[in-house]
């Protein structure tokens, strides 16, 4: 009897350690890899619109998958206007801005917290036409010679609108053209404008004209044009309600997999 109990109980050790092994054999080669220790946290992200498509499409579900538990909850608009939204208290968690601007601004206000504030991302500021224009429009200076309407992002709170009149400054020509200016109020409607034909031109980032065959691009702002580097900063704001699955957003975004699905949309990761 002794013998067959020892038997008994050194059958079960060696059943449990093998589904032990097999559990952890699985998960390092990847097929149990949702970590569920944030469940029933939610992370707000107030993005700006031109990152939209990244994560609808790849980022969002990419990190829902990792943490099932959580629920990614996006504010796409112009940076400015989602200033003044996180400033009348939108629930925010992370703020991902297309200028330094903005942030800057919420850093003063002590709405961001500076601690996780990282310059993260560029992008370039590109002149398109519809795809199928056959206008003679090949460079900024162009624009002056446009009879219709060229359509660029509000410089009161659009960044996009803010490097397109920097652009237009540099190149000596703002006075000609303000008068033709269509101002959207963010660079998607900047983008809509141009790919439905009822601007001649716009002026938004190359990501943006990346993610449509409806327009094509003309030329981009060189250093002479654009003094200013386009540059993405990310940050936590301070009003955080789940902090933990604020970090994991933080960190996620961070990763080797995300930075390689915001290259394949058209960003650079800033060094």
């Known amino acids: 009897m002794k013998k067959i109990l020892f038997v008994a109980i050194l059958a079960a050790v060696v059943i449990v350690s093998a589904g032990v092994c097999s ?10 890899t949702a970590d569920n220790s944030l469940d029933g946290q939610e ?12 994560f609808d499409e790849k980022l969002i579900p990419m990190f829902e998958e990792k943490y099932p538990g959580v629920k990614v909850t996006p504010t796409y608009a112009s940076s400015g206007d989602l200033q ?43 002149l398109i036409v519809p795809a199928d224009s056959n206008s003679n429009i090949s460079s900024f200076e162009d624009l002056k010679n446009v009879e219709g309407n060229i359509a660029i992002g509000d410089p009161e709170s659009v960044p996009a609108g803010q490097y397109a009149q920097e652009v237009l400054n540099n190149t000596g020509i703002w006075d000609d053209v303000e008068s033709k200016l269509s101002l959207g109020t963010d660079v998607t409607a900047v983008l809509n404008q141009v790919a439905q ?42 009003n955080s309600n789940d902090t933990n699955a604020t970090n994991a957003f933080m960190e996620f975004l961070q990763s080797q997999e995300a930075k390689d699905i915001f290259v394949e949309y058209g960003f650079a990761i800033h060094e």
């Open 23 to 32: 559990a952890g054999f699985f998960d390092f080669l990847g097929g149990n």
């Open 84 to 126: 003044t939204q996180i400033e009348n208290g939108l629930e925010a968690d992370v703020f991902m801005s297309a200028s330094n601007k903005q942030m800057n601004a919420l850093i003063d206000e002590n709405l961001v917290d500076n601690n996780t504030n990282l310059q993260f991302l560029e992008n370039k500021v590109v």
């Open 43 to 54: 992370v707000n992200l107030a993005a700006a619109a031109s990152l939209k498509n990244v």
């Open 197 to 238: 034909g009822s601007a001649d031109c716009g002026i938004v980032y190359s990501t943006d004209a990346k993610s449509t065959d409806d327009v094509k691009v003309v030329c981009e702002a060189g250093e002479n044009e654009l003094d200013t580097p386009v540059i993405y900063p990310v940050a936590a704001l301070k």
